[in-house]
């Protein structure tokens, strides 16, 4: 065995081991309990970074590590392969995205298996192959029947840049999450899921997620956005017809003295027509729906309006509200219309000085407190209070005024009382080229027909030339477009929107429990099986996008009967970012780190052993080259215990805890047990991989300061041994390569992640004590039971902080304690 380290000449051979055995190949035992452990696959974007590498070291830590505490684990690889990226890489390198997206997964597939992750990649696939479309397709369809895909026009978020529509999930801060440019507003005809009709028990089960970091409940809590209140119909001054509004604060209505509605609204055009200003509305319409979606959600546009030219009555004062277009207000919170409170709500009080439009005050902070004059308000009050100039609510609390009022409106079906959540059902349709195609055909005589089950897929052309201006090439293609209705034979034309990219990756976790099954989306009993995932690994920025839809998913397939489960993922874990210099890596910044070259340099174990180490799984991890070199240096000692002492560890069997032993072989063996506790109990109960790296190092240190002392004892090497084969077992989830290298070199059979995790002995973990007396100026004051190895300053602190002997300093100063280890403590006052 070569005395030095080298993992070029050991990770390659391991890697082959573990495929040709096929080592991590999953199969259903009932016998076993099952753990399925996830990281959310990687879009094939052509190399990993080293974020993917830090969220797949910190899975197959848990993997390898269960599958050694006996249980059957499921470790699966695919790809999420289709979406936009691969379409506009694609165009840029004047290739095919089927082309670009293959070529990168095979690739990022070497690498992965380069960095020796415990995959069963016999159940590898690709969202972009047909084999698996298909189902989801199929899905849609069922769906589509239900009544849960359907089909509108409505103003969507286009992206002029990606020459599609984005679901509001996929807008961030106005722009689009993939191109980060600006998204408008766009009236076209969409496909839409029904998520809204599992809105509640999305909510619901938010409270059944213990496993889950409270930070993405909240995100959750707050997208969904469930508010009561209520519903108020405000009549037209023309006598034709209402405009609606939700509020949380009925008991200001008394104060509302205009109405403001989105440029979107349904009824801006009929408000202003025939009016003088209706070119000036409907230009202003144009220009408001050009702005940043986000900066009008959160009003960091300059407030701007414009009147219709049109009134409604305020239906408890009766008094006459013009009506404006404003451009803050956006159509997909509430009804897109709100009645404006000028004194109670900032936005509103900042659009009325603006243009001069009446402030009336309807609360006051308390029954005592003074009712301020609308000239005289520096900004608008917008807390409960006590209701003023409100008929006969005046003098009711806010609380009492919501309840009597709606009460009241609604006796005249002017109102009523009212749940609104903030989310809104998921647009699916995507106007680009690389994704599922729709399954569904439109046919002059039957109107829209679903694609027969028999006829799925529906498969996407390969076959197309890529327009350079990013637009979809499928409406161009009369072979594609051009077909026959399902129902009644005729001529048909299929749809040409393909489906949002996280449809694929709102359900591919099932499919992974039965990757090989062709005769439906998903085999039951195996599915059954492995489902719920266990642990899912992932990012946080997909703590709405994708973990919101999947959630969405599981239960409509539940409701399909493909699933048995309520939830997706039982436990999650949100790993935190890469940084380099104190920013994320990005090449833009000029900070990316090359797993390749890492590997290359170092060998993978040094790699995954430095992101391990480096921080807990849920915090930033701050890169560092005098880290990594720390990594390989510790996993180099490692191996240099092993290579040098070789044959004196393979003469002797290890330590069975079955005979006596002296003081400093016994504090060894205590050591490695205490190990063994600490490492299992921070992998298992916490993730603190870096705590337990940091143990099994303590571990090692103390087998080098004992060969130190005792390397010619004949007596010492079985617990060496039992030490050394402790670090390896307990090593080898983290650094899996060297760990198998030095587990065979000790002439064990390989392999060692097939051996099972080394357990502690409680009478190991037994500290050996000794009585220790106290004097104070040379008489005994008092006695202490201390650990035998006990440092002298250890001893010495103790002894001073007995209660009896600070009874007998009362205050005094201590001159000096002399300490005869193990015996006594002589404090001098």
């Known amino acids: 065995m070569d005395s030095r380290y080298n993992p070029k000449s050991i990770e390659k051979k391991w890697q082959d081991y573990w495929e040709r055995e096929q080592l991590f190949r999953a199969s259903e035992d009932p016998a076993k309990k099952k753990y399925y452990l996830l990281e959310m696959f990687p879009y094939p974007s052509g190399r990993i970074h080293m974020g993917h590498v830090r969220n797949y070291s910190i899975g197959d830590v848990v993997a390898r590590f269960l599958s050694m505490r006996g249980y059957n ?10 979406g936009m990226p691969a379409e506009n890489a694609a165009i840029k390198a004047k290739t095919h995205p089927a082309k670009w997206t293959y070529e990168n997964i095979d690739y990022m597939r070497s690498q992965l298996k380069q960095l020796g992750f415990s ?6 696939f690709a969202t972009c192959d047909p084999s698996y479309y298909r189902w989801e397709q199929l899905f849609f369809i069922r769906m589509y029947e239900s009544g849960l895909a359907y089909k509108k026009k409505s103003y969507v978020n286009w992206c002029n840049t990606c020459q599609t529509v984005l679901a509001n999930e996929q807008v961030e801060d106005g722009a689009c999450w993939r191109c980060d440019q600006p998204v408008v507003q766009k009236e076209m005809e969409q496909w839409f899921f029904k998520i809204t009709d599992y809105v509640e028990e999305l909510l619901e089960w938010l409270d059944k997620l213990p496993g889950w970091p409270e930070r993405v409940l909240t995100m959750q809590r707050n997208w969904i956005g469930k508010s009561f209140g209520s519903t108020i119909r405000f009549p037209l001054a023309s006598g034709e017809g209402f405009i609606e509004v939700f509020t949380t604060r009925a008991d200001t209505l008394f104060g509302a003295t205009f109405m403001s509605v989105a440029p979107e609204h349904p009824m801006v055009a009929a408000l202003c027509r025939g009016h003088d200003q209706e070119q000036a509305v409907l230009d202003f319409v144009e220009k408001a729906k050009q702005a940043k979606r986000g900066e009008r959600a959160v009003g960091l546009l300059e407030k701007e309006g414009i009147f219709t030219g049109s009134y409604c009555i305020n239906p ?7 009506i404006y277009v404003a451009n803050f207000v956006v159509m997909e919170y509430g009804t897109g219309a709100v009645m404006a409170v000028p004194a109670h709500d900032q936005r509103d009080f900042e659009f009325a000085r603006k243009y001069g439009l009446p402030i009336k005050v309807v609360i006051k902070e308390s029954d005592t407190a003074e009712v301020f004059h609308p000239d005289q308000l520096p900004h608008a009050y917008e807390e409960d209070g006590v209701l003023v100039h409100s008929g006969p609510y005046t003098g009711m609390s806010s609380a009492q005024a919501r309840a009597a009022i709606t009460r009241d409106l609604e006796t005249r079906g002017l109102g009523s009382l009212t749940v609104q959540y903030r989310l809104r059902d998921w647009g699916i349709s995507r106007q680009r080229y690389w994704g599922a195609p729709i399954p569904i055909v439109y046919c002059e005589r039957c109107g829209t027909v679903p694609v027969k ?11 197309l030339e890529m327009p350079e201006n990013g637009a979809s090439p499928l409406p161009l293609s009369e072979a594609f477009v051009k077909t026959t209705c399902p129902r009644c034979g005729g001529p048909g034309r299929r749809e040409t929107d393909t489906m949002d990219t996280f449809v694929e990756s709102s359900w591919y976790f099932a499919r992974f429990a039965c990757a090989d099954y062709t005769e439906g989306p998903l085999d039951h009993g195996r599915v059954h099986y492995w489902m719920p995932v266990d642990q899912y690994i992932g990012g946080i920025e997909h703590a709405v996008l994708h973990l919101l839809y999947s959630r969405f998913f599981t239960k409509v397939l539940r409701d399909m009967g493909y699933l048995e489960v309520d939830e997706p993922f039982t436990n999650l874990l949100t790993q935190g970012m890469v940084i380099k210099d104190g920013a994320k890596m990005s090449k833009s910044k000029g900070n990316v780190v090359d797993p390749d070259d890492m590997i290359r340099t170092y060998g993978a174990d040094t790699v995954r052993l430095f992101c391990l180490f480096a921080a807990p799984p ?5 890169w560092s080259d005098q880290g990594v070199e720390g990594a390989y240096r510790f996993l180099g000692r490692v191996w240099r215990l092993v290579a040098e002492n070789l044959e004196k560890l393979k003469a002797v069997p290890p330590y069975d805890g079955r005979d006596p032993l002296p003081q400093l072989l016994q504090s060894l063996h205590r050591k490695t047990h205490q190990t063994i506790k600490k490492v299992t109990e921070d992998i298992e109960q916490r993730f603190h991989f870096n705590t337990a790296i940091a143990a099994i190092m303590e571990l090692v240190n103390e087998i080098y300061g004992l060969l130190d002392k005792a390397k010619e004892d004949v007596t010492a090497w079985p617990v060496v041994r039992e030490a050394v084969e402790a670090v390896i077992l307990m090593l080898s989830p983290m650094a899996p390569h060297i760990a198998e290298e030095l587990w065979t070199s000790l002439g064990m059979p390989a392999s060692v992640a097939k051996r099972p995790w080394p357990t502690y002995r409680e009478e190991a973990l037994a500290v050996e004590t000794v009585l220790v007396v106290v004097q104070v100026n040379g008489k005994l004051r008092s006695r202490l039971v201390v650990p035998a190895d006990i440092s002298e300053e250890a001893l010495k602190e103790a002894a001073l902080q007995d209660a009896k002997i600070q009874n007998f300093l009362a205050g005094k100063p201590v001159r000096k304690a002399v300490v005869v280890p193990k015996k006594l403590v002589n404090i001098v006052v």
């Open 119 to 124: 995959y069963d990649w016999s159940r590898e």
């Open 73 to 82: 684990v499921l470790h699966p690889m695919g790809w999420d392969a289709f």
């Open 618 to 622: 849920e915090k930033e991890l701050e």
């Open 316 to 322: 408890m004062t009766q008094e006459r509200m013009p």
């Open 453 to 463: 089950e028999q006829d799925l897929p529906v498969i996407l052309p390969l076959d």
